[in-house]
């Protein structure tokens, strides 16, 4: 599907980023690209339930499925069909042979492969009935380059292009709902992630924080290695709650956030921020609040979530096991002095009044001052 000559380059990063995968799974694994199709190979104790699991995580895989290899000899493809049609068939009624053909010089072609490899299952299961249009099962009979391959129908792998392959991000990440479904589709289009997390002690405590690590631990699963960044925003909203207007206060901590991951972002090469905010869920995502908060960046702002309604992302939070995480009761910075009544059309001038007021420099330096990080993954 990748156009021009690129193709090799998503093809290398993506049998990185399945090896590094499948580095901490039992055994020894073997590696085979041809024809956009990866083949990986595992020793006699190698645990391939696990690095089946782990491959249908990893972005850029379309299809995955357990294939049985064979000798490019139809008499040792109907021999290992014979011996593993009922793991090919399951519970199935009716089934379907289809053959991909690929080595051309193969002297049988597809539809005289899929006749012979139709026949033996019907041999071996005369239960079974063909039915071409809409089979319970499809199973599928591969020559390619080295090898021949049986295999079932397949599961629908992460989909995507691989990590890496689009730059780098840095996500804001809150102990929310969206945040990590945010960093997840980001990384989905080739981003390699790491991200930032605001806390605020004593205001915060050690259980929020673990939240927030167990979120980017499991994010790390389809993301490969992140760096989590932790930042005290203790005396910016200490100062924010003593001096400013607290209508505006979110706002204004909104902007300290985003200056304090712009300049994170900046030091360790991430191209853009990502945050997980959708347009009008809340006061400080309204349009004219995220105009606000995006003047400070130095770097664009991505926001993957921005069309979606909460249902989607809880739909989505839950896919990738992090929804019940993020419900755990632990609060946030976000969630420390909100205010009643928040300002939901912010006027960028009220705004420089308010920060007028501030040192805005120098908080944003000694908060970054705080700034701490664990690699995960």
């Given at each position: 599907m990748l156009k021009g000559l690129n193709r090799g380059y998503f093809n290398s990063i993506l049998e990185s980023r399945v090896k590094r995968a499948l580095k901490k799974v039992q055994g020894d694994f073997y590696y085979d690209y041809a024809q956009s199709t990866l083949c990986?190979?595992?020793?006699?104790?190698?645990?391939?339930?696990?690095?089946?699991?782990?491959?249908?995580?990893?972005?850029?895989i379309a299809t995955v499925c357990r294939g049985?290899?064979?000798?490019?000899?139809?008499?040792?493809?109907?021999?290992?069909?014979?011996?593993?049609?009922?793991?090919?068939?399951?519970?199935?009624?009716?089934f379907k042979c289809e053959a991909k053909r690929s080595d051309k010089k193969f002297p049988l072609k597809s539809p005289e492969i899929c006749a012979i490899c139709g026949g033996t299952v019907?041999?071996?299961?005369?239960?079974?009935?063909?039915?071409?249009?809409?089979?319970?099962?499809?199973?599928?009979?591969?020559?390619?380059?080295?090898?021949?391959?049986?295999h079932g129908r397949?599961?629908?792998?992460?989909?995507?292009?691989?990590?890496?392959?689009?730059?780098?991000?840095?996500?804001?990440?809150s102990g929310g709902i969206d945040s990590p479904v945010a960093g997840h589709m980001i990384a989905r289009r080739g981003a390699a992630i790491d991200a930032v997390y605001f806390e605020t002690p004593p205001y915060t405590g050690e259980a929020a924080a673990m939240k927030v690590r167990t979120l980017a631990e499991k994010l790390?699963?389809?993301?490969?290695?992140?760096?989590?960044?932790?930042?005290s925003l203790t005396e910016v909203q200490e100062t924010l709650a003593s001096t400013c207007k607290e209508k505006l206060f979110t706002l204004l901590l909104r902007r300290f956030m985003v200056r304090c991951a712009s300049k994170i972002a900046e030091k360790y090469?991430?191209?853009?921020?990502?945050?997980?905010?959708?347009?009008?869920?809340?006061?400080?995502?309204?349009?004219?609040?995220?105009?606000?908060?995006?003047?400070?960046?130095?770097?664009?702002?991505?926001?993957?979530c921005i069309g979606l309604d909460k249902e989607e992302?809880?739909?989505?939070?839950?896919?990738?096991?992090?929804?019940?995480?993020?419900?755990?009761?632990?609060?946030?910075?976000?969630?420390?002095?909100?205010?009643?009544?928040?300002?939901?059309?912010?006027?960028?001038?009220?705004?420089?009044?308010?920060?007028?007021?501030l040192d805005v420099d120098g908080l944003v330096e000694r908060a970054l001052a705080t700034d701490h990080f664990i690699r995960l993954g």
């Open positions: 990986v190979w595992g020793s006699d104790d190698a645990d391939m339930d696990t690095a089946y699991e782990k491959v249908k995580k990893v972005f850029g049985i290899a064979c000798e490019k000899d139809m008499e040792d493809v109907k021999q290992k069909l014979a011996e593993n049609v009922d793991d090919l068939l399951g519970n199935a009624k009716t019907l041999e071996n299961r005369p239960d079974m009935r063909v039915d071409v249009i809409d089979p319970d099962q499809v199973i599928t009979i591969e020559i390619r380059d080295r090898k021949a391959f049986i397949g599961e629908k792998g992460a989909g995507g292009v691989p990590v890496g392959s689009g730059g780098r991000a840095m996500l804001m990440l790390t699963e389809y993301c490969g290695e992140i760096y989590l960044h932790s930042v090469n991430a191209g853009c921020l990502v945050t997980g905010e959708s347009l009008s869920q809340v006061a400080s995502q309204t349009m004219l609040s995220l105009a606000v908060t995006d003047a400070v960046a130095t770097l664009p702002v991505l926001r993957p992302i809880v739909v989505r939070a839950r896919e990738i096991d992090t929804f019940e995480t993020s419900i755990l009761p632990y609060e946030d910075c976000c969630t420390v002095f909100t205010p009643k009544h928040p300002d939901t059309r912010p006027d960028m001038e009220e705004i420089l009044e308010e920060e007028a007021k």
